[in-house]
């Protein structure tokens, strides 16, 4: 019996969500260990949901040190066929100003060294990743953003490219006008592995990025400290916690979008060749695909 069908992972400044009625927590063991920590489980109107604080109570976990394999394994086993991720990001492009939201649609990968896949070991598998954030969920998010929303958001940007970095130190000017040559909109720290995890495990996935400052290449605007951040980010929670409710009861019934089959054609090893260990581990993601 599924446990819920929405996933809020909670990043810098959102550790809870208020309102949810019949909670309770559950601590879910994976084949990649504990998740970052329990999952609260709740009802918010008529839509059951789990919560995940990304960095622990007490943000205790730095972006590297992220379960993020087990933090997805354990959502797809309550039965959550959605995840919206909020974090915060800095501001690469002028028009995307701190207080913003932003809505992304694509994903540089700059990080280093995270496990991205559950794969591996004597199964292959290379999914599709043309549009790294689910269309479908992130339209949603956009349309609750920015035409219901009032005046609880200054401004929501539709699309924009994440250029995920390793961190934990912020950017250097370099980096920072490197990124800008790039095209890029925001830089932040954990959209990867947590999109290419969502995507291995068929869960639609978006994220709804807090602008908190303007990195360090704007020479108007001081460079980005971390008082700025928490200041800028408790402000902005709140509008995204506003939009998760309002999401929540908009989701669709039925899930058409490619997510919903991305190990379809993705499993690329000889099934009678991929050891019945992994068989039995990984169940949970390919099982029906063995069958």
Same mark, same amino acid.
């Given at each position: 019996?599924? *446990?819920? @069908?929405?996933?809020?992972?909670?990043?810098?400044?959102?550790?809870?969500?208020?309102?949810?009625?019949?909670? /309770?927590?559950? #601590? &879910? @063991?994976?084949?990649?260990?504990?998740?970052?920590?329990?999952?609260?489980?709740?009802?918010?109107?008529?839509?059951?949901?789990?919560?995940?604080? #990304?960095?622990?109570?007490?943000? #205790?976990?730095?972006?590297?040190?992220?379960?993020?394999?087990?933090?997805?394994?354990?959502?797809?086993?309550? %039965?959550?066929?959605?995840?919206?991720?909020?974090?915060?990001?800095?501001? =690469?492009?002028?028009?995307?100003? $701190?207080?913003?939201?932003?809505?992304?649609?694509?994903?540089?990968? /700059?990080?280093?060294?995270?496990?991205?896949?559950?794969?591996?070991? !004597?199964?292959?598998?290379?999914?599709?990743?043309?549009?790294?954030?689910?269309? &479908?969920?992130?339209?949603?998010?956009?349309?609750?953003? +920015?035409?219901?929303?009032?005046?609880?958001?200054?401004?929501?940007?539709?699309? %924009?490219?994440?250029?995920?970095?390793?961190?934990?130190?912020?950017?250097?000017?370099?980096?920072?006008?490197?990124? #800008?040559?790039? !095209?890029?909109?925001?830089? !932040?720290?954990?959209?990867?592995?947590?999109?290419?995890?969502?995507?291995?495990?068929?869960?639609?996935?978006?994220?709804?990025?807090?602008?908190?400052?303007?990195?360090?290449?704007?020479?108007?605007?001081?460079?980005?400290?971390?008082?700025? &951040?928490?200041?800028? =980010?408790?402000?902005?929670?709140?509008?995204?916690?506003?939009?998760?409710?309002?999401?929540?009861?908009? =989701? $669709? @019934? /039925?899930?058409?979008?490619?997510?919903?089959?991305?190990?379809?054609?993705?499993?690329?090893?000889?099934?009678? =060749?991929?050891?019945?260990?992994?068989?039995? *581990?990984?169940?949970?993601?390919?099982?029906? +695909?063995?069958?």
């Amino acid at each position: 019996m599924p *446990e819920a @069908k929405l996933a809020v992972i909670g990043g810098s400044g959102l550790y809870e969500i208020e309102g949810l009625t019949d909670v /309770r927590e559950v #601590r &879910v @063991k994976t084949p990649f260990g504990d998740p970052s920590d329990a999952i609260v489980l709740g009802t918010l109107g008529k839509t059951r949901i789990a919560f995940l604080p #990304r960095h622990g109570r007490g943000h #205790r976990i730095l972006p590297s040190e992220l379960p993020a394999r087990a933090n997805i394994w354990a959502l797809k086993s309550l %039965g959550v066929e959605w995840i919206i991720a909020v974090c915060a990001v800095g501001s =690469l492009k002028e028009e995307i100003q $701190p207080l913003d939201i932003v809505i992304p649609d694509q994903i540089i990968d /700059r990080t280093k060294c995270r496990p991205s896949t559950f794969f591996g070991e !004597g199964i292959v598998v290379h999914c599709t990743f043309a549009e790294p954030f689910c269309p &479908v969920l992130s339209r949603l998010l956009y349309q609750a953003a +920015y035409y219901e929303a009032g005046t609880s958001v200054p401004r929501v940007h539709p699309n %924009g490219t994440y250029l995920a970095m390793e961190g934990p130190f912020f950017s250097t000017r370099a980096e920072s006008n490197l990124y #800008r040559s790039w !095209g890029a909109s925001i830089v !932040g720290m954990t959209a990867v592995p947590e999109a290419k995890l969502a995507r291995e495990a068929e869960i639609c996935y978006a994220t709804i990025a807090c602008v908190t400052d303007y990195d360090c290449w704007h020479e108007v605007h001081e460079s980005v400290t971390i008082d700025m &951040v928490i200041s800028n =980010l408790r402000r902005s929670v709140e509008a995204a916690k506003d939009i998760i409710k309002r999401t929540s009861v908009r =989701l $669709p @019934k /039925r899930r058409q979008c490619g997510c919903v089959a991305a190990l379809k054609d993705a499993i690329i090893t000889s099934r009678e =060749l991929i050891p019945p260990e992994k068989k039995e *581990e990984l169940a949970l993601l390919i099982g029906k +695909y063995l069958e």
